[in-house]
């Protein structure tokens, strides 16, 4: 299901949905949980972010494994190997860490919705600490992971 297209692998088809899309997410989460005014406009985004941008982390990841294991048996080695190795773990990590920031937001707009926008300041700060935190990694790991399959495909220059 998630090997080929067409003959071309879904990991190269899909794998943009989650460049531009968890990176939104954490965007839209940072400002949603820092600026209170805003949450009425942006709530509706962080919503359908929070659910589609794990979704697309998830269907990458999987559709790199079956790409990763159909290159395993087409006998790739050496340090070629080494970097999908890399480049698998950070898209491990960056699927785990959009899932979490997805579970955060969607909880923040979920309670925010349920209290009429204001939650209790300590709760406001500890939203707003934690959802800096999973955006800060997921962007870090987003990155690591487009940097790496980049360096697999085209090489250092």
Not at 16 to 42: D, G, Q
Not at 82 to 105: F, K, P, Q, R
Not at 106 to 111: D, E, H, K, R, Y
Request: aromatic content about 8%; proline content about 3%.
């Amino acid at each position: 299901m998630f090997d080929q297209v067409n003959g071309l692998p879904v990991h190269i088809l899909v794998l943009h949905a989650a460049v531009v899309l968890v990176p939104l997410l954490a965007l839209a989460a940072i400002v949603y949980a820092v600026v209170s005014r805003w949450r009425s406009k942006l709530g509706w985004a962080v919503v359908l972010l929070a659910v589609v941008a794990p979704i697309s982390a998830v269907v990458s990841k999987l559709s790199g494994t079956e790409l990763y294991n159909r290159l395993l048996d087409q006998g790739m080695s050496g340090p070629g190997k080494v970097i999908l190795d890399d480049h698998m773990n950070y898209g491990t990590l960056t699927m785990w860490l959009s899932i979490a920031l997805g579970v955060v937001a969607l909880a923040l707009v979920v309670l925010t919705l349920r209290a009429g926008a204001a939650l209790p300041r300590i709760a406001e700060i500890a939203f707003a600490v934690v959802i800096v935190g999973l955006a800060a990694a997921t962007g870090y790991y987003i990155f690591q992971t487009g940097d790496s399959g980049a360096t697999a495909v085209w090489g250092t220059y």
